[in-house]
């Protein structure tokens, strides 16, 4: 059974970085588009990057510029470097393999001073 374990959350000031990691425990992941969403309170989750198995990138407008997501299939993880973090970025996020509709457990991140 495949599993999906994010890491790297934590409590930041705000234009800190975090880099998030989501590992896998299954290879197949290298064959799907991996996401990476977030949820803050009270809101809806949202999608906010994502990476084809071709390593075609896409993200929210959100964090465009500021975030940038990556696979190592190698290693079975994706990552995400979160840069000038704001304050309105704090949420639990999630990294979810799309073929599979596979979800992580979350990691939660707190910006603030």
């Known amino acids: 059974q495949v599993e999906l374990v994010e890491s790297g959350g934590g409590l930041v000031q705000p234009g800190g970085s975090l880099r998030l990691s989501c590992a896998a425990s299954?290879?197949?992941?290298?064959?799907?588009?991996m996401g990476w969403y977030r949820q803050a309170p009270e809101k809806e989750r949202e999608l906010i990057a994502s990476?084809?198995?071709?390593?075609?990138?896409t993200y929210a407008d959100a964090v465009k510029g500021r975030f940038t997501i990556s696979r190592v299939n190698a290693k079975r993880t994706v990552y995400l470097q979160m840069n000038s973090l704001k304050p309105e970025d704090t949420a639990v996020y999630y990294c979810?393999?799309?073929?599979?509709?596979?979800w992580g457990q979350g990691t939660q991140v707190i910006v603030s001073s």
């Open positions: 979810k393999a799309e073929g599979l509709g596979l």
């Open positions: 990476i084809s198995s071709g390593y075609r990138k």
């Open positions: 299954g290879s197949i992941v290298a064959a799907t588009a």
